[in-house]
């Protein structure tokens, strides 16, 4: 099983669909969650950070923790054509400072 | 503030010939950190320098090496390729003082290997 899971898609919307992305993790060690996006031919850009349990928003992006399922989740309202990119999430456990990252989900969203 | 650089862009390398990679850090960055990106496998850890030294490592043989010099710029340095070796390889760059700062990525180098 790996330490973090994540659907790999591919997940196609509409524009101005609200887009929900998650993964799930095993190791209850992994304090800081983080979501990064990667578009084509380019390295990943962090999009949100967060280490606690609980909601982060950012614009027309949404983080969620939840530590007690080990579950993490993005919603993006209002999606774009521009959003259209591989979203990566990714879990940084105490004091190894390496990140683990989900395979990442690829999203399409149509104009 | 310019972003984490990594050079060349684009390599591509035979069999049995080693490669290096370079990485220059955002201004005031000590730590840097190499993954490597493959369809099959995604983003894995390789290893991280922080003031010159390596603090910590990933699981990838021993063909796959790096230092960093004084100024934080990182080099990678992968001997004997193979095939399998053919991937994005990316370089971020961080604070390096707690688990909790973040880590910022260049855009890659792109090795092939035939």
């Known amino acids: 099983q790996k330490e973090v899971e994540q659907d790999p898609g591919p997940l196609s919307v509409p524009e101005g669909a609200i887009v929900s992305l998650n993964c799930t993790y095993s190791?209850?060690?992994?304090?800081?969650f983080m979501w990064y996006r990667q578009y084509s031919r380019k390295g990943p850009e962090l999009l949100m950070y967060?280490?606690?349990?609980g909601n982060k928003e950012d614009g027309r992006f949404t983080a969620q923790v939840d530590k007690s399922s080990k579950y993490i989740s993005l919603f993006i309202r209002d999606s774009q054509p521009s959003d259209s990119a591989t979203y990566l999430c990714?879990?940084?456990?105490?004091?190894?400072?390496?990140?683990?990252f989900g395979s990442g989900t690829r999203l399409q969203v149509q104009p | 503030k310019a972003g984490v650089t990594q050079t060349p862009r684009y390599l591509i390398k035979t069999r049995g010939q080693q490669v290096t990679l370079s990485c220059s850090p955002i201004?005031?960055?000590?730590?840097v950190s190499w993954y490597q990106q493959t369809p099959g496998q995604g983003l894995q850890f390789l290893f991280e320098?922080?003031?010159?030294?390596?603090?910590n490592k990933g699981n990838f043989p021993g063909r796959f090496s790096g230092r960093q010099f004084s100024n934080s710029r990182s080099e990678m340095n992968v001997s004997t390729l193979e095939l399998g070796d053919s991937a994005l390889y990316l370089c971020?760059?961080?604070?390096?003082?707690?688990?909790?700062?973040?880590?910022?990525f260049g855009p890659g180098t792109r090795l092939t290997v035939l």
């Open positions: 971020a760059s961080s604070l390096g003082r707690t688990e909790a700062d973040t880590q910022y």
């Open positions: 190791n209850s060690a992994f304090q800081y």
């Open positions: 967060t280490y606690s349990s």
């Open positions: 990714a879990i940084e456990d105490t004091g190894r400072r390496a990140l683990t």
């Open positions: 201004s005031g960055h000590r730590s």
């Open positions: 320098y922080f003031s010159e030294t390596q603090r």
